[in-house]
């Protein structure tokens, strides 16, 4: 026998009672207006923006036929990939436009991967007289729109000399005009990038770059081996930027470019027609490819491109 509080005998072996406990009960989570509305609306302008893209792959594998039936075709029934083959073997130089738009994206944003992060670098870590000055004079250049510069440059290149038939005072030809340069030269520095990567570098350390100092390295090796492999996140951004930007550039190379053969792929969709009329079919079609490059760089590139935007505004 034993005895238990409050004088309850037990025989010996008899389990005692353990008093149940229950859980906690948990916070209702209370539904807050605000953040519905918030993806109410977040959710009705992504599929704004979706639903071009949507309509022209599904147009891409439907007949001319059916492709401006009211109500629109959202799901084909009956898909077909006759449009991609039918762009594909058209009389048009369609693999000569892609190795064009390759070769003009690929230059300009490696040039300015190069040229911007160095005059950033310049910029950010390096102290000479009207630094500030030239910088935020380099900012001002961003105001100014695209019309207001168009003519001038197109003047300058027409008068490039010893290029396009010119003579040595750049008259007689064409310059840099209806060529690769023309696309390229003026192309390779751009003010936004500057400023991107100027932002980024002001949060490298200083004492890295003194460290190196010691070390014996000059500017040049300091920018290459130092300042570069730590700014790989603020240079992805930049090269989605200036990829996507000049991939599906259309109105600088319309004034440029006069010859078929230099037609970058855009411009080609743009001009694309059999027998004087526009073949909308296959147009999707060779619409659909040409984006694909900027959707495959961007889910490449998508963690280095959130952090490079997130930390370069972070100092300024």
């Not at 509080?5 to 605000?34: D, F, H, N, Q, Y």
């Not at 008068?159 to 192309?187: E, K, R, T």
Request: charged share 10%; with cysteine.
């Amino acid at each position: 026998m034993s005895s238990v509080a409050g004088g309850t005998k037990l025989e010996v072996g008899t389990p005692i009672p353990v008093p149940m406990l229950r859980p906690p009960a948990s916070p209702r989570r209370r539904v807050r207006p605000l953040l519905v509305v918030k993806y109410v609306v977040l959710s009705a302008v992504a599929i704004l923006f979706v639903a071009p893209f949507l309509y022209m792959l599904t147009a891409s594998f439907l007949p001319l036929s059916r492709m401006f039936s009211y109500p629109p075709t959202w799901i084909p029934l009956h898909p077909t990939i006759a449009n991609y083959t039918g762009f594909f073997t058209s009389d048009h130089p369609i693999g000569r436009w892609i190795v064009n738009s390759t070769i003009v994206t690929g230059s300009i944003t490696t040039a300015q991967l190069f040229f911007c992060s160095l005059v950033a670098y310049t910029f950010a870590k390096r102290t000479f007289p009207g630094r500030d000055s030239l910088f935020f004079l380099g900012l001002a250049t961003l105001m100014l729109p695209f019309q207001v510069t168009m003519i001038p440059n197109y003047l300058i290149l027409k008068a490039v000399p010893l290029f396009g038939g010119n003579n040595i005072a750049g008259i007689g030809g064409h310059g840099w005009l209806d060529s690769y340069l023309g696309l390229i030269i003026p192309n390779m520095l751009n003010p936004f990038g500057i400023f991107l990567l100027r932002q980024y570098m002001i949060s490298i350390p200083d004492e890295l770059i003194d460290a190196a100092r010691v070390d014996g390295a000059g500017h040049l090796r300091i920018y290459w081996k130092v300042i570069l492999p730590m700014s790989r996140p603020a240079l992805a951004a930049l090269a989605i930027f200036t990829f996507q930007f000049w991939w599906q550039a259309f109105f600088w190379p319309l004034i440029i470019i006069n010859s078929p053969q230099l037609y970058t792929l855009p411009l080609g969709l743009a001009l694309f027609q059999q027998q004087f009329r526009s073949v909308w079919n296959l147009i999707m079609a060779g619409s659909v490819l040409g984006a694909l490059p900027l959707i495959v760089v961007f889910f490449i590139f998508q963690k280095q491109f959130v952090r490079g935007i997130s930390l370069s505004g972070s100092k300024g």
